[in-house]
């Protein structure tokens, strides 16, 4: 059993938070923070039972603990809720003092305990996806998303949100454009840990099959399998056909809702992509699907970042670059990968935050605008269900998804 009541109190009495506090003059809100803080704690030891009961699912979602909350302990939530976002959305997100979104996780967690007392499972839920999302811990403490897997299985066991027919995966006939100097990506069958290593050594893309294939996910992920699954569950999708559009935009919603509107059938204009996403370590009952790849370790002993790629047929990304060795694995559907050499001029654009994007539409490239590109060699590879391709450090990569598409990436720096 989790000791909820550890977790606030180590929460409550933590120095860096109090520092920051103090460092941004926020002595109004430090105190609501406290203020708050107790009065969970107050409840929790008044009905730690009840609570413990909900998670466990012994309360159902029809009939959960609906207590009567104080008032003004949901309205201290709510003002440092607002005054966390203003902090929050000042100036680009990769700037943002991450003090602000640790708090934002921990009155998150509030949020969510208050909702479950209440009997509100669902606002629990979505109270503790968004700390998840937007929110950042102070550690590696992973406390929101086990109540968040909590409520998960309560709601799970009293809805059917099964689909009415499976989604066929089909494979896009899509002609290669026009490519310079254009190479194969050489593939390997479960090559030997020795053998991988003088790849990487070489230095070029390549493909690897039969490394993945115990991997349950394999076998369990689909559109079907996550609506059933999690389909209460907020992710971050990103919408438009490019994020070098003026029109790209991002948004939360549910999986249940992406899966609708952007996968199964087209509600909207523009594509919708679960893109470059740690989803594992948000919904985290999907790690039991995947392994550790031992090619991945052998390779790094720096902390690995492990993103997810969700989406429907005809989602691009642009050609870049990204600052990791990465090892990208195909689990459902079917992604064609066009690279290049890390030293070709594949023109990057010149704003600050799309410099590791080319400013060149690999697809259909103006050789007048952009002459030097016919002097580049690009690496072509299309993958299906199990492959696993590595992109060396800083290599441009375009990639299309020629059909519903699940794939996960292990990036690593040394």
Known sequence: MIDWLKIIDSCLKNKTIKAKFQSFHCSKEQSLYEEVGESIIALLKDNSDLFNSALDGRISSSSTCKLSIDSTTVMKIEILLDVIWENVNIGHWKDVDVFWRQVFLIISFFKAVVFVFRGDLHSALTA??????????????????????????VIARSRDLTMDCKIPVFKAVKPLPDLPNSKIVPIYESPSLEHYLQLIEVGRPFVMKNIINHWPALNKWSVEYLVQKFGERLVPIEIGSSYTSSSWTQKLISIEEFVDRYITCSHSAEPGYLAQYELLNHITRLKEDIYPIDYCIASSSEDIITNCWIGPTGTVSPAHHDPYHNLFCQIQGYKRFIMFHRHENLYPHHHHLLRNTSQIDVESPSIEQFPDYEKCSAWVTDLGPGDVLYIPLGWWHHVRSLSISFSVSFWWNK
């Open 128 to 153: 503790s996806d968004k700390g998840i999302i937007m929110g950042a811990p102070f550690e590696k403490e992973t406390y929101l998303q086990e109540l968040a897997d909590s409520i998960q299985n």
